[in-house]
């Protein structure tokens, strides 16, 4: 059976991800931050087999434990999931925008997966030998990202410039990894209900209603996870460095 690890992968949009791949046959190893909850593992236990290490993908040392765990657990990795992220503590306006928060943010979203990428990498290319298959990749990246990759949020501007970064690192990667047999992607959502989006519903839901995106109603996490297990089958063996947006037609210029 393959094995994925999905950070973040006890809540929200992870949370999906990690659902979604149950179901597709995957075992499912997760890092998440909070001592393992039994009230997440239990119904994903009954989806299949999984393994939940404790940790912040800010931590380089968790990095090492999390592939250790991942690999006592299942012996191999076939698919990195790159999700855990966070949203600023407070939306600060630019102008009075601290680095304090800006360092926990970028840390987080865009130093964290950017080394674990590096590391997981390595254990790809370990396990492949020496022989690059042609057929189908020997292992997949995908980077969750968000569209504030490229929409503006003044309130939230680390934000924007770690998701924008999450983009660039998708491309640096998928580059290097190509001749290596890895393919990267990128999966981009728009609004999506969870609970780091609780506290604006009322704020979305007008501009739900004043035409934000074509398709007019919040994402959910089951629509990201679509995205990703469509990328994670290998069923696009000659493609690298895509970007899914994930969205409700977000990303379309209109007048």
Request: aromatic content about 6%; hydrophobic content about 45%; proline content about 6%.
């Amino acid at each position: 059976m393959p094995v994925a690890m999905v950070t973040g992968g006890s809540r929200g949009i992870g949370r999906g991800i990690a659902e979604r791949l149950l179901r597709d046959g995957y075992q499912v190893s997760i890092l998440a931050t909070k001592p393992a909850p039994e009230e997440v593992l239990a119904p994903l236990r009954e989806l299949g087999d999984i393994s939940y290490t404790a940790g912040s993908i800010a931590e380089p040392a968790d990095h090492r434990r999390y592939l250790d765990d991942t690999l006592a657990a299942f012996g191999r990795v076939d698919v990195l999931v790159n999700n855990a992220g966070v949203a600023p503590s407070v939306r600060n306006d630019v102008l009075v925008a601290t680095t304090d928060e800006f360092d926990r943010v970028l840390s987080i979203n865009l130093r964290g997966p950017y080394f674990l990428t590096q590391l997981v990498a390595n254990q790809l290319i370990a396990q492949r030998g020496g022989t690059i298959p042609t057929d189908k990749p020997c292992g997949t990246v995908v980077n969750v990202s968000s569209i504030s990759a490229t929409v503006v949020s003044t309130n939230r501007g680390e934000y924007c410039v770690s998701k924008a970064g999450v983009a660039m690192a998708t491309q640096i990667w998928a580059a290097r990894l190509a001749p290596e047999g890895i393919v990267v992607y990128e999966v981009r959502p728009g609004v999506i209900a969870t609970d780091m989006t609780a506290g604006v519903k009322d704020t979305y839901d007008a501009l739900f209603a004043d035409g934000l995106a074509p398709m007019p109603r919040w994402g959910t996490p089951a629509d990201v996870a679509g995205a990703v297990a469509v990328l994670a089958s290998g069923q696009m063996p000659y493609s690298t460095g895509d970007v899914i947006v994930v969205g409700g037609g977000m990303q379309i210029p209109r007048l």
